[in-house]
């Protein structure tokens, strides 16, 4: 697969559920994106991973949101205790890294939904 | 914290008339990009400018960045249907790991 793959492409869950969102970047991406897009609306940024680097959690709202990259490929977006605000698509990019932010592939995303 | 806007918010033109969505950011960027994202899709990135005055073209977007690296522009040319899509500025403050993604232009192109 050439590019940034997601899944699932669609959860529904009950508020209070625990979910975990799944990002498979480009090969040879080093550095990842966490974004959410609610409806209608622009990308807020979650959280960046770069190589082996401590991620910049600065994004996420609150401390129900976490993430993770194991191996430097794959990452699991958590959010535990859903509320309904947490409903939106949620979009993984990867990219090289450079100097400057390099061009960012997206992956289709994950539209949450909380009952 | 660093905001960037976009105006305007919705724009309809007839197919075959310009368009231009203007991106204005709180501080100065080292670099900002475009993308764009057609209805139910992801986004797709365009261009990417760094120099303080910088115009890129192509075909018939012209993308330009200013001088004091606070605000850029994306001007299309002849819209055609396939433009339709929503067009984000995304600028990255010098230092900063991520981008600050504009709050978008939705076009709509009327055949």
């Known amino acids: 697969g050439a590019g940034v793959s997601q899944s699932p492409s669609n959860k529904v869950t009950e508020k209070g559920k625990d979910v975990e969102l799944r990002c498979d970047p480009i090969?040879?991406?080093?550095?990842l994106y966490w974004y959410r897009q609610s409806l209608g609306q622009g990308l807020e940024f979650l959280i960046y991973?770069?190589?082996?680097?401590?991620?910049?959690k600065s994004g996420l709202p609150s401390d129900r949101f976490s993430a993770e990259r194991t191996g430097g490929s794959v990452s699991t977006l958590t959010i535990q205790r859903t509320q309904q605000e947490d409903s939106a698509v949620y979009l993984c990019?990867?990219?090289?890294?450079?100097?400057?932010?390099?061009?960012?592939?997206f992956g289709d995303g994950t539209r949450l939904s909380i009952l | 914290g660093q905001q960037v806007m976009q105006i305007p918010q919705y724009q309809h033109v007839q197919e075959g008339e310009d368009f231009t969505t203007y991106c204005n950011s709180s501080?100065?960027?080292?670099?900002i990009q475009w993308y764009k994202q057609r209805p139910g899709g992801h986004p797709v990135f365009l261009i990417q400018?760094?120099?303080?005055?910088e115009v890129k073209k192509q075909k018939r977007l012209t993308f330009q960045f200013g001088e004091a690296k606070k605000n850029s522009s994306l001007h299309i040319t002849a819209t055609q249907t396939t433009d339709v899509g929503t067009y984000f500025c995304?600028?990255?403050?010098?230092?900063?790991?991520?981008?600050?993604f504009g709050t978008g232009t939705r076009l709509t192109v009327i055949p």
């Open positions: 990019a990867s990219s090289l890294f450079g100097r400057d932010i390099q061009p960012q592939h």
């Open positions: 090969s040879g991406h080093t550095a």
């Open positions: 991973f770069q190589g082996n680097s401590a991620p910049d």
């Open positions: 501080t100065t960027l080292s670099n």
């Open positions: 400018l760094v120099k303080s005055g």
């Open positions: 995304a600028g990255q403050q010098t230092g900063a790991n991520n981008l600050f």
